[in-house]
């Protein structure tokens, strides 16, 4: 493919990095430059790990980006986790943003894995 805007999975991270951002419109002052930049630097760093592994010209460049990219995904789910624990966010947002999550690793986790299979 080489077309990653066409790829579910980075539609998929979009509409996470939109959801993200209007979460953190939410957090403290004080969190600017700690929970609130680092949450929305995770969710952006999936859909651009996404966008630069299928510009890279060999398979195994694509799926080392891909991989970079599923890293970001548990790192945005740890920071919004602790965000939930902390209490800048509800649950009921937490869960919303969850369904989203949800969502973009398993079509990056299918592709990571459709990647992988035409390596062999």
Not at 8 to 29: C, G, N, Q, R
Not at 71 to 85: H, M
């Amino acid at each position: 493919m080489n077309n990653y805007k066409q790829l579910d999975a980075w539609k998929a991270s979009m509409e996470l990095i939109t959801a993200v951002y209007e979460l953190t419109k939410t957090f403290p002052k004080e969190e600017m430059f700690g929970l609130t930049s680092q949450t929305k630097r995770a969710a952006v760093s999936i859909a651009a790990n996404i966008a630069e592994g299928l510009g890279r010209q060999y398979k195994k460049d694509t799926l080392q980006f891909l991989h970079i990219a599923r890293g970001s995904t548990y790192e945005l789910e740890t920071l919004l986790i602790i965000s939930k624990n902390t209490k800048l966010i509800t649950e009921e947002k937490f869960d919303q943003v969850e369904i989203l999550w949800q969502t973009a690793i398993q079509l990056l986790n299918g592709f990571n894995y459709y990647e992988n299979a035409s390596l062999k």
